[in-house]
């Protein structure tokens, strides 16, 4: 089991297979709906901001669930969980079983 967070990270342009799923389910988790060219529909909605900690928890798990399933379809997401800033800000751990 892994587990990636949307920490940035520096980009391998030569990874592994481990390492460019990392790479690719970090960069999803960074991702915000309609910023990526030719493909606007691709990333989180931001539907959570503003909302109390637990329903943002619940929007944000749903859609991170839905994201890595659309787009990296060589993981399972297994579990989120979050670690809570005092300010707030929720940052996702998602752990994932990699099936290659």
């Given at each position: 089991m892994i587990e990636?967070?949307?920490?940035?990270?520096e980009i391998?342009?030569?990874p592994s297979t481990k390492e460019?799923?990392?790479q690719n389910v970090?960069?999803?988790?960074?991702t915000l709906k309609s910023t990526v060219p030719l493909n606007r529909g691709q990333g989180l909605t931001g539907t959570?901001?503003?909302k109390t900690s637990e329903v943002a928890k619940a929007i944000l798990t749903s859609e991170i669930i839905d994201l890595?399933?659309?787009?990296?379809?060589?993981?399972?997401?297994?579990?989120?969980?979050y670690d809570e800033g005092k300010d707030g800000v929720l940052v996702p751990r998602v752990r994932?079983?990699?099936n290659v």
């Amino acid at each position: 089991m892994i587990e990636v967070t949307s920490n940035t990270r520096e980009i391998n342009f030569d990874p592994s297979t481990k390492e460019e799923i990392i790479q690719n389910v970090s960069n999803l988790l960074r991702t915000l709906k309609s910023t990526v060219p030719l493909n606007r529909g691709q990333g989180l909605t931001g539907t959570a901001i503003d909302k109390t900690s637990e329903v943002a928890k619940a929007i944000l798990t749903s859609e991170i669930i839905d994201l890595i399933n659309d787009n990296e379809p060589r993981v399972k997401v297994v579990d989120i969980v979050y670690d809570e800033g005092k300010d707030g800000v929720l940052v996702p751990r998602v752990r994932l079983d990699i099936n290659v």
